[in-house]
């Protein structure tokens, strides 16, 4: 007689189930935390990337505001009283020759201080300047734009400062002192005579970016007349 012999199959035991779930759980785990990893990092680039942008964007306005600033007799070019700078410029439309109030601070907003910019309608009278001027430092202090006049919420930041270059030394930005008494023009008579306010040859922006997934610590911005010279820093 043959004796005929049967294979028979072997499964999984129950501890060699228990291993093999367990290592599967480990590298989903792994893998998880892994793609979470990366996404975070992505998030935080784009995040510093649009805060760069927004940087330079607001930069790039700052210097602009600056480089029109025009003195005009009986008018301020300039003025900084710790909380909101002023400051008249010429408009950048060359079709239509008019002037223009702006006006940077810092204001409160939902989710924390905002540097903040507002621009007047353009104008072309005194009385209209001054009623730009009083709207700018009224906005400053809290109220709204009105009658055309508008405002931009740009970038958030938790304080700031100026200084002005005068005599070869910066100093913190205050008051500046008035040239003398212009004489009325003869062919002008409309334009009367007034101190004129002479802008400093530079201005320097130190401003503080709060911590976050974007840009953060103090940034210093410097701005020179363009007559006297010098690069921008």
Do not use: C, H
């Amino acid at each position: 007689m043959t004796k005929t012999k049967q294979k028979t199959s072997r499964g999984f035991t129950l501890i060699e189930l228990l291993v093999a779930i367990s290592v599967m759980a480990l590298l989903s785990l792994v893998s998880w935390r892994g793609l979470d990893s990366m996404s975070r990092a992505t998030t935080q680039n784009q995040q510093r990337a649009d805060a760069i942008l927004t940087l330079q964007a607001t930069l790039a306005q700052w210097g602009a505001d600056l480089d029109a600033v025009t003195s005009i007799a009986q008018t301020r070019p300039i003025d900084w009283d710790g909380n909101v700078l002023r400051l008249t410029r010429r408009s950048s439309d060359p079709t239509a020759p008019a002037m223009l109030v702006v006006a940077w601070t810092l204001r409160p907003g939902a989710e924390g201080p905002r540097w903040q910019r507002w621009q007047s309608q353009a104008f072309t009278t005194r009385g209209e300047w001054q009623q730009a001027w009083n709207l700018a430092a009224s906005w400053a202090q809290g109220g709204g734009a009105q009658g055309g006049y508008n405002d931009v919420v740009l970038m958030p930041a938790s304080g700031w400062q100026l200084y002005y270059f005068r005599d070869n030394n910066w100093t913190p930005a205050g008051s500046l002192p008035t040239a003398p008494t212009t004489p009325v023009n003869p062919a002008n008579p409309a334009n009367p005579a007034g101190p004129i306010v002479n802008m400093p040859d530079g201005v320097r922006l130190v401003i503080s970016l709060p911590p976050g997934d974007g840009l953060s610590g103090t940034l210093t911005r410097d701005w020179v007349k363009p007559i006297v010279g010098g690069a921008k820093s």
